[in-house]
């Protein structure tokens, strides 16, 4: 609705480009409609991207195993955690690999496959012993946790925390014990 | 850049002369505010319209988070409303707007009335109007249950047992309504389905036939 050129100059000697009536009109609605629009759809855009903003809840640390038990050899540990998912609460079973390290340092590992999202489990193909492998499409893991076929990246592993000779498990991070 | 886009669009699908058709027409001086303050009655209708989109859109959003099931339902409206973001605004639009709708309804029917728009040749739109009256009632009637809290509980109950009292066929009223023997599971489970799909189907054919049918006619002419 540009009508700028359409309007004579009132003045021919005021060169000064002035709104038109019309202009200020359309404008003044437009504006008007716009802010009655945002009112509107602003609070349920805000609604529906909601998870994204959520802060990422923080895991509390779960009672596990008992340390003199961890060997080099890894064995799978279930635990309970408390899931928050919106309106439901409960508690869902949990797995990880625990075992020290040749430097012995101690690690647990999530079973989750870094493929596509399988559950890895130890020593399970005899082609391949001491070996975490996958059996969805045969992806394997050193004891660590290191990737060396089909996975793009090592297994994922538990902030792990060692409290009077107990060892305790919180969230999942990027493995830091591969190399 | 918005105009060179509007231009591409219109060069192809030539769509100015469909929102000319819609959109583009004069306002009688009798209907318009601006002349006679007092013709702001014949504004009800569009304030019906528009909280109607209210309305609508409201409730898109609100499926968003809420689940039709009786062991959730309550759980997921706390949930929408206390723990996620402007929920409280969102599900307040949609609360606030079902009551104002029927206000702003039937204000627009006594505008109707008063002025004696109904007369011939308007005879059908009336209809339509009135038609469009009970699927927002019917709205309201489904929705009322969909939070599943006591007062919902109780008045689809009430709602329901005078359905019953129909002579003859108010039984079978009953048991469509409830979808089995109590307000249960499969009573939330259809008044959802009824809710947020067939009475907003229905709701939009009758608003169509509607409007197209002012087009045709015209405004009714002054008192
Ligand atoms: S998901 Fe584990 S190998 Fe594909």
Not at chain 1, 163 to 179: M, S
Not at chain 2, 12 to 41: C, G, K, Q, Y
Not at chain 2, 121 to 139: A, D, K, Q, S, Y
């Amino acid at each position: 609705m540009a009508r700028e050129h359409e309007e004579q100059p009132m003045h021919p000697h005021a060169p000064r480009r002035q709104m038109t009536r019309r202009q200020f009109l359309s404008y003044t609605l437009g504006a008007a409609g716009a802010f009655m629009a945002g009112g509107v759809i602003i609070p349920m855009i805000r609604f529906a991207i909601d998870p994204l903003l959520k802060p990422k809840a923080v895991v509390p640390f779960v009672k596990v195993a008992e340390l003199s038990q961890i060997s080099s050899q890894p064995v799978s540990y279930s635990f309970q955690t408390l899931q928050i998912d919106g309106w439901i609460e409960k508690n869902v079973e949990q797995t990880a690999w625990i075992a020290k390290s040749s430097a012995g340092e101690l690690f647990a590992l999530s079973p989750v496959c870094k493929h596509l999202g399988c559950t890895i489990d130890w020593n399970s193909n005899p082609q391949h012993p001491n070996e975490f492998f996958c059996p969805c499409h045969a992806a394997r893991y050193t004891p660590e946790g290191k990737n060396l076929a089909i996975a793009p990246a090592p297994l994922d592993e538990y902030e792990v925390k060692i409290e009077n000779g107990f060892v305790y498990l919180g969230g999942i991070r990027p493995n830091t014990i591969a190399t | 850049m918005l105009k060179a886009v509007y231009e591409w669009i219109d060069g192809r699908l030539d769509i100015t002369p469909m929102w000319r058709d819609v959109a583009d027409h004069e306002v009688p001086e009798h209907v318009n505010p601006a002349h006679h303050f007092s013709a702001f009655v014949y504004c009800f209708g569009g304030l019906t319209f528009f909280i109607t989109v209210i309305q609508i859109l409201s409730g898109m959003f609100l499926t968003m988070y809420y689940v039709p099931d009786i062991a959730n339902a309550y759980a997921s409206v706390d949930y929408l409303q206390h723990k996620v973001a402007f929920g409280v605004i969102v599900r307040g639009m949609h609360h606030w707007g079902a009551s104002l709708v029927i206000v702003l309804m039937f204000l627009h029917t006594l505008r109707v009335f008063f002025t004696g728009s109904y007369k011939n040749p308007r005879e059908m739109n009336w209809v339509i109007g009135m038609l469009t009256f009970g699927v927002m009632l019917g709205l309201g009637f489904t929705g009322y249950l969909l939070p599943w809290d006591n007062k919902a509980y109780f008045a689809t109950k009430v709602g329901i047992e005078i359905a019953a009292s129909v002579p003859f066929i108010g039984e079978t009223i009953q048991n469509f309504l409830q979808g089995g023997d109590i307000v249960g599971a499969e009573t939330i489970a259809r008044f959802f389905a009824l809710h947020v799909f067939f009475l907003p189907g229905v709701l939009l054919a009758l608003l169509a036939a509607h409007f197209i049918l002012i087009r045709k006619q015209g405004i009714s002419g002054p008192l």
